[in-house]
Each structure stands twice: as structure tokens, then as C-alpha cells.
């Protein structure tokens, strides 16, 4: 069936580096792809999102390509705040529009 | 609503008794999800509504746990006989459909659910 893997944390940096966290997925067709963040003691809530090949989502200085060749939707971030401390969740809507998350990732930013 | 809500926010059960999980949408979204949260993991797909309809209800871990939607809006989790490892944090999550494509997800705040 279709799954997202992603990047195991916590990931620690500190306030202002660069930021990258992996997702990798599997699936039939060409899914939709979104990055959810939940910050702590909130809801999920959509980041950003790539419904094809080659787009860019980008929301709050956070990017993501679709990447058809790598099966990847790598999320990035040039420069960090505090305030992006989080859990950061990939995933897809697959055929019949499921949504499918990967395990998230744990962001803690130092100042 | 506004947003989608969920009822209760925490639910304190003792083992073997039986819970429902109430979720209402955001009002016109026909797609509703239910998932779970369990303490350090991801998101686990329990099932998918689709108006009254559930085409995938392929998550659901075990003939205790049932789950209906009426009028295309509320739904309902059902948990019969709870056990212990049935404690986590079950998300509802409901969107609109367009084109026969769901567009964005918007998601409740849980409900925390702890069998004692």
C-alpha cells in the first residue's frame, strides 16, 4: 500500500541554521503531497502542499519540492526560529484520497 | 462551526467499558477522517467517510472499534470493551471535495483517550 517514510529526529539546531527533514513515499499514480506542523499544545494544521511533478509548496519561509524522479518531498527551511520548534509530518492522498502520514519529526530549535 | 470539533477533549475510562468519540466537521465538508495518535508515534489511519459512506475502513484495528456518520456531517468512534492500548489521542480531520479531488485536510484538536 502507499507510505511515507520519514526522517527520524528529534532534530536539534540551533536559532538561524539550515534546516532539512526527508521524506521519501511510495505510492500508486501521482499522489498529492503536503508537509502538516504541530506546534506544541495545538492541532495539526497544513504547512504547505505540491499536487505534481516538479511543484513547490512554500509557506513561512519552509519549502518542499515534488520530486517524481526520487519519490521525495524534502522539506527546508534556510534559516530557523525557536518558534519552528514542532513535529513536522509528511504525507500523501492517495487514490481513493486517503491521506497517509509518516511518522513525524520532532524539530527543537536553541536560541 | 469554524473549525472541526471534537468531543470530549479528554476521556478518563476504565478497562472494558465502552467509549464514543464524537466529531463534527467543518459544516459542507463531505470527507471526514479519523485517525490516531499514540504517544511518540505518527498518525494512524483508522478510517474515511465520504458523505454517509466509508470506502476505506481498512484501519480500524480490531472488530471494537466502529464508527458512523449521519447527515453527511457528525461522526461517530465507537470503542467497545476498552483496553489499555487503546489509550492515545484519536484526530478527526474533515475536508471539502472538489473535482472529485479532496482539497485541504483541517483538523480537530483531539480527543485524549485513557483507559485505566
Known amino acids: 500500500g502507499d507510505s511515507v517514510t520519514q526522517m527520524e529526529g528529534p532534530v536539534t539546531l540551533s536559532e538561524e541554521a539550515f534546516l532539512t527533514i526527508n521524506c521519501t513515499y511510495t505510492a500508486t499514480g501521482y499522489p498529492s503531497l503536503f508537509w502538516y506542523v504541530q506546534y506544541p499544545g495545538e492541532g495539526l494544521q497544513l504547512l504547505l502542499k505540491?499536487?505534481?511533478?516538479?511543484d513547490k509548496g512554500s509557506n513561512k519561509g519552509f519549502e518542499a519540492t515534488y520530486r517524481k524522479e526520487t519519490t521525495s518531498f524534502h522539506l527546508e527551511k534556510g534559516s530557523v526560529q525557536v518558534s519552528d520548534s514542532a513535529v513536522y509530518f509528511c504525507a500523501l492522498r492517495s487514490y481513493g484520497n486517503k491521506l497517509v502520514f509518516g511518522a513525524g519529526t520532532i524539530l527543537r530549535v536553541k536560541s | 462551526g469554524a473549525g472541526v470539533s471534537q468531543s470530549p477533549s479528554n476521556k478518563v475510562t476504565e478497562k472494558g467499558k465502552d467509549v464514543e468519540l464524537r466529531c463534527d466537521p467543518i459544516s459542507g465538508h463531505t470527507a471526514l477522517y479519523w485517525y490516531r495518535q499514540s504517544l511518540g508515534q505518527g498518525l494512524e489511519f483508522l478510517i474515511y467517510?465520504?458523505?454517509?459512506?466509508?470506502?476505506?475502513k481498512s484501519g480500524l484495528p480490531s472488530d471494537r472499534f466502529s464508527a458512523e456518520r449521519t447527515g453527511g456531517s457528525v461522526s461517530t468512534l465507537t470503542i467497545q470493551r476498552t483496553q489499555q492500548e487503546d489509550s492515545a489521542v484519536y484526530l478527526c480531520?474533515?475536508?471539502?471535495?472538489?473535482?472529485?479531488?479532496?482539497?485541504?485536510?483541517?483538523f480537530g484538536q483531539g480527543t485524549r483517550l485513557t483507559v485505566v
Open positions: 480531520a474533515s475536508s471539502l471535495v472538489s473535482g472529485g479531488t479532496n482539497t485541504e485536510a483541517f
Open positions: 505540491a499536487t505534481k511533478a516538479d
Open positions: 467517510f465520504q458523505g454517509n459512506s466509508a470506502p476505506d
